[in-house]
Every structure is written in structure tokens, then in C-alpha cells.
């Protein structure tokens, strides 16, 4: 079975490095300024190149680089993931879209001709990222004050529905939703249904995903802790005779050596002040944010202190926004940690770096490479070199 490698795409901004934690590219800047790159300044002037040009930018590199596809995130600051793939799928030729939606704010009949109107459009490139949410202001946000459980039982209810739907002539009345003959308009019908990457670590996520997901996806942690993740999920779906497939989300920074990719997390870790090393981002009521923390030590111990096993770091939560655990090492030590899931049964990679321009063509042209010559991994416009 071959391996596939997705890229995150930044749809909100963009660091220059994990150095320091400023942001340089988008954000919704609406003025631009001096030291910015997307929008940006030629001498004195608005340059003309946006945020989505430079999105635009990342999409073509990162297929270039040889990504099958890539992650575009959801949150109350980024721009809107259904509205990006539909602009940006007229970029690329063959890459994937991986939408991050929670099924909460999105009625499951209009997600069905949504995604049906973009299959057609696209040639089948749209993957399902589902989300339920982590609680917390965030989730307020939105609107949203189902509690924890619920906003599960409601993904999984929602993800009956429209699979109902998009099979056609389609009646349900549950807990959260009420459908009477619902089905797709005949020019939409036959469109291939997304791929299902489901995202959640507690019991409810857990159950949810075992009955609905292609993919599980995880956050990286120790490893030993995943795969008791990944066989608590395989349990729950075979009771229903299902078999997912594992997927893991994770940053990386390698470079030539070793001790170069640990310098730049040095000089990262030296710029941060001391309320920043006591801060945990996302939190809520995640139970997965809360494994991650459970699993690092502490940040006032140093740098090297994070590193829970060779180059699996968890302190990259400190130097940009995002889950805690990362790999940290040259080209062929990242390579060989990457191996060491796939031989754990993942399946698939999301695979991000600061900034996502820059690295997207590192890591595709040093790492990607090294896991295809054993794996079935295929790199356009690579593998006839």
C-alpha cells in the first residue's frame, strides 16, 4: 500500500523561522508594512502580492516538491478552507485538498452538494479533515456550546447523514438532524465520496472514528503511546467489522545535520520569555492537547529537556502555534523516525514547517526522497531522474 505525504498549508499567516515568533506573511494585514513579504512593500509601495498570492505560492511548491496533497486548517483566525480549495485547486494539477471543517457549523445536506459541487470541479481532489472541536473560547467562537460528547455523537450523526445523502433518496430523523427524501441533484450524483481523516482522542473520538474514518488521525507522540492509540481504534472498529488506516500530523525540522536542526530550535528557545514557557496553546477541553502535555517535561530545564525520545521533540507548541510534538534531526535521522511510524502502521503524513514555502521544497527535496526508496511513494517529476 503506498504512503501518502500531505503538506500543511498556513492560512493564517506565517512565521520567517522558528527563531521568532513575529509573523511576516498574512495574518489579515490589511495595511502593508515594512519587513512583510505577502502583502508587502517595494519601495514604499504595496507590491501587488497577497496572502493568497503567496498561499498560492506554498499549493504549487509543495506539489512540485512531490505532496500528494495538503492540509488546509480551520480556525476562527484563518480564512475559510472550502473557499481556499475552490480558488486554489485552479493552482495545481493532480494535488489534494484535505478540508478542515467541524460538522457543527455546516448542515450535512448542503455539505454533501458542497463537496459534490467541488469533486466535480476539482476531479475528485477533495479529502475530509473532520473535526469536532476543542472546547474552550475557541469553540465558543463559533457559536457552539454542545459539551464534549455530544459535539462527537453529533460528527457521527452528521457523517451518517451525509453519506445517506450522497447515496441518494435518503430519510433519517436522529438526535441532532431530521432528512425526508434528501439526495443529490442528478448532474452531481456519482462524484466520489471524499476520504475521511477524523481527528479526536478521547473515548467518544474514538468510537466515532471506528465507525466513520478512512484515516485516523493523530498528533505525534511517543511512540509507544500511539500505537496503543492506533490499537485502542482498530479494537473499537473491527466490533463493526471496519479496518481503518493510521495517520499522523506532525512538524518537522531537519536540516543537513543534526546539530544544525537542534541550533535552530536553540535560538528559537532562547528568544522566549518566561510566560511563554508556561504557556500551553489550545487546551479547552482537547483531550488529545491534554495527552500531549502529560508527555513533555518541563520547558525551565532547557531545550534538550522536551526531546521525550530520539528526535521526537515536544516543545513546538512554544515556538509557533500548533501541536506540542515534532522531529528534530538531520535529513536522514527525520527520514528514520518517519520509517519507524510507517512500521507502527501509519499510513499517511501531515507533514508542516516554518515557514511553509521554504520548507515545503526542503523537506520535498531531502527527506521525502530517503522514505521513497522503501516505500511506494511516489514524487512527480522525480522518479524518471
Not at 515536544?314 to 500548533?322: E, I, S
Amino acid at each position: 500500500m503506498s504512503i501518502d505525504i500531505y503538506w500543511r498549508v498556513g492560512t493564517h499567516g506565517d512565521q520567517p523561522s522558528l527563531r521568532r515568533r513575529t509573523q511576516s506573511r498574512g495574518g489579515f494585514v490589511d495595511t502593508p508594512v515594512p519587513g512583510r513579504l505577502a502583502p508587502g512593500l517595494r519601495d514604499g509601495v504595496p507590491d501587488g502580492y497577497s496572502y493568497a498570492d503567496h498561499v498560492a505560492d506554498v499549493v504549487r511548491a509543495s506539489e512540485t516538491a512531490g505532496f500528494v496533497g495538503g492540509l488546509l486548517p480551520s480556525f476562527p483566525g484563518t480564512d475559510d478552507p472550502w473557499a481556499l480549495a475552490a480558488t486554489l485547486a485552479q493552482e495545481s494539477r493532480t494535488y489534494r485538498f484535505m478540508v478542515a471543517y467541524q460538522p457543527g457549523f455546516l448542515h450535512p445536506v448542503q455539505a454533501a452538494r458542497l463537496t459534490a459541487s467541488l469533486q466535480a470541479a476539482t476531479g475528485g481532489r477533495i479529502v475530509y479533515n473532520v473535526i469536532s472541536g476543542g472546547g474552550g473560547p475557541a469553540q465558543l467562537w463559533w457559536g457552539d456550546k454542545v459539551d464534549h460528547d455530544d459535539r462527537y455523537a453529533r460528527t457521527s450523526e452528521f457523517l451518517d447523514v451525509l453519506k445517506g445523502v450522497w447515496a441518494g433518496d435518503f430519510s433519517y430523523e436522529g438526535r441532532f438532524y431530521r432528512v425526508e427524501g434528501a439526495g443529490l441533484p442528478k448532474e452531481l450524483a456519482g462524484q466520489p465520496f471524499p476520504e475521511i481523516y477524523f481527528s479526536g482522542s478521547s473515548p467518544a473520538a474514538i468510537e466515532a472514528a471506528g465507525r466513520h474514518a478512512d484515516y485516523y488521525l493523530s498528533w505525534l507522540e511517543p511512540f509507544d503511546a500511539l500505537a496503543a492509540k492506533f490499537a485502542q481504534v482498530r479494537a473499537d472498529a473491527a466490533t463493526i467489522g471496519r479496518t481503518p488506516r493510521f495517520a499522523v500530523r506532525l512538524d518537522v525540522l531537519a536540516r543537513p545535520t543534526e546539530d544544525e536542526a537542534w541550533d535552530e530550535i536553540r535560538r528559537g528557545f532562547a528568544n522566549l520569555s518566561p510566560a511563554a514557557l508556561r504557556a500551553f496553546e489550545g487546551g479547552g477541553d482537547s483531550v488529545g492537547a491534554a495527552r500531549s502535555r502529560g508527555f513533555t517535561g518541563d520547558p525551565s530545564a532547557g531545550f534538550r529537556g522536551l526531546e521525550v525520545a530520539p528526535n521526537v521533540w515536544g516543545g513546538f507548541h512554544l515556538l509557533r502555534g500548533g501541536p506540542v510534538f515534532g522531529l528534530v534531526g538531520s535529513y536522514q535521522q527525520v527520514a528514520q523516525r518517519l520509517d519507524e511510524l510507517i512500521g507502527l502502521g501509519v499510513d499517511a503524513f501531515i507533514l508542516a514547517g516554518v515557514p511553509h514555502l521554504e520548507e515545503a521544497h526542503r523537506i520535498g527535496e531531502n527527506v521525502l526522497p530517503l522514505l521513497a526508496r522503501d516505500h511506494d511513494i511516489t514524487i512527480p517529476g522525480k522518479d524518471e531522474q
